[in-house]
């Protein structure tokens, strides 16, 4: 049987998306043998490879506030400790080591000093990983591993994680990319900050979709009006994503049998 993998971008709580792509795959009978994940990807993909159910997911979702999994940092490396996303993992995941994982799970993180990219995956501390794969620059403090490297977020090196799923075994690839669609939400930035912002969001984009061609599926969900902060609009994130992976279902039942023959 060939071994279908799922590889979840990054894009903040745009990351909601991943979770209706999940359903609609589910109920459209469509199996996820492996599983990689970046950033907010890496929080839906290891929920995912805990065995948590989808709906058991969404639940959690709906107890997720930025209260819940940051919290003010005295360190001069970041703005936010992501301790609380730690307590928040252990507390609320079935599974929270690799070795304990119902599916193989990859947690793409980046080398703070070299930009290389960190996969996390096979053994060792889920909630770590996660932390890791989630740590904003200058927003979160970096997690130091057992090696002494800082690790940031995986978006400064893989923005989408579909090598790692290749590296799991996977035979088909089902690429979901919350960033690739843009942010009209933006506008025409008028200052500083805003042209910074947009700017960063291009470039990361850009990197993103460069990483589409190990992917024998992409999914993106059409989400540019949304922020990446937009936590309230986790329903309609939900939804979208739903919408946008049931528009692929039957190429992606194509590419499986494909896989087979």
């Known amino acids: 049987m060939a071994k279908v993998g799922i590889a979840l971008s990054g894009g903040g709580a745009r990351g909601f998306a991943h979770v209706g792509v999940l359903k609609a795959l589910v109920e459209n009978d469509i199996a996820i043998d492996l599983v990689s994940g970046v950033s907010a990807g890496s929080f839906v993909g290891g929920a995912l490879a805990a065995g948590m159910t989808i709906d058991e997911i969404v639940e959690l979702g709906e107890k997720i506030s930025w209260r819940r999994v940051a919290g003010f940092s005295y360190s001069p490396?970041?703005?936010?400790s992501s301790a609380s996303m730690g307590t928040f993992i252990e507390k609320n995941f079935p599974a929270t080591r690799f070795e304990d994982l119902k599916l193989p799970f990859a947690a793409v993180a980046c080398d703070l000093e070299t930009g290389d990219e960190v996969v996390l995956r096979d053994a060792g501390d889920l909630a770590f990983a996660i932390r890791a794969s989630c740590a904003i620059p200058g927003v979160f403090v970096p997690m130091i591993d057992e090696h002494g490297r800082s690790l940031i977020d995986g978006g400064a090196a893989t923005p989408m994680p579909t090598r790692a799923v290749k590296k799991l075994g996977a035979d088909v690839v089902i690429a979901v990319d919350v960033v690739s669609c843009g942010s009209t939400f933006w506008g025409t930035p008028s200052t500083l900050v805003g042209t910074f912002f947009q700017s960063a969001m291009h470039m990361i984009r850009s990197a993103s979709k460069n990483h589409h061609y190990r992917a024998d599926i992409v999914i993106e969900p059409q989400i540019a009006h949304i922020r990446p902060d937009a936590i309230a609009k986790r329903d309609e994130l939900i939804e979208l994503g739903?919408?946008?992976?049931?528009?692929?279902?039957?190429?992606?039942?194509?590419?499986?049998?494909?896989?087979?023959?």
């Not at 490396?77 to 936010?80: D, H, K, T, V, Y």
């Not at 279902?249 to 494909?258: L, N, Q």
């Open 242 to 261: 739903e919408q946008a992976a049931l528009e692929k279902i039957e190429a992606i039942k194509r590419a499986i049998d494909i896989a087979q023959t």
């Open 77 to 80: 490396r970041g703005l936010l």
